[in-house]
């Protein structure tokens, strides 16, 4: 691994259980720069704990490759009509906070709210407004996609920013 003596790496986690995003930024010198952003998918024919721990060994190979010097994650939000959602996110969420402690790297929880406005100004920003915000911040020929992957970056910018 190249020396990053005067930067930073910043892993951006967006939960799910059937996909979660994420996205390795390192800050220093000329600004942010994507080192990798990606989704990981779970096998949807597997019960719930199998996909826990297809989930769990993912997330401990990037922590173990990419030496993160923080980890960014989404707070837990519920929707009264969506209680099964919240549910399933708790679980993917779960398994983050506990691989990233097993790995020795902190966590820092976002609110989405709040990681919309750092990055559209728009607390209620659309999907679509944060790939496009995040596309002309890291100056990308497209708009990052699948959105768990904006969301990632949106979410691996706003915690270096605080880092």
Not at 74 to 102: D, F, N, S, W
Not at 116 to 135: D, F, Y
Request: charged share 20%; glycine share 10%; aromatic share 4%.
């Amino acid at each position: 691994m190249a020396e990053r003596a005067s930067t930073y790496r910043i892993l951006g986690i967006d939960p799910g259980l059937n996909v979660t995003g994420y996205a390795v930024v390192d800050f220093g010198g000329a600004g942010p720069a994507i080192v990798e952003a990606g989704t990981l998918r779970t096998n949807a024919r597997l019960d719930l704990a199998g996909r826990i721990a297809q989930l769990h060994a993912d997330l401990a190979e990037i922590l173990a490759e990419m030496t993160p010097d923080l980890a960014g994650i989404e707070q837990l939000y519920a929707h009264y009509k969506h209680p099964r959602t919240a549910i399933l996110m708790a679980h993917a969420r779960g398994i983050v906070l506990l691989a990233c402690r097993q790995a020795g790297v902190t966590v820092r929880s976002l609110a989405s709210t709040a990681v919309k406005k750092g990055i559209t100004g728009n607390g209620h920003a659309s999907k679509l407004q944060v790939q496009r915000a995040i596309q002309s911040i890291l100056k990308l020929k497209d708009v990052p996609q699948p959105p768990d992957v904006a969301d990632a970056l949106a979410i691996a910018l706003c915690a270096g920013r605080r880092f």
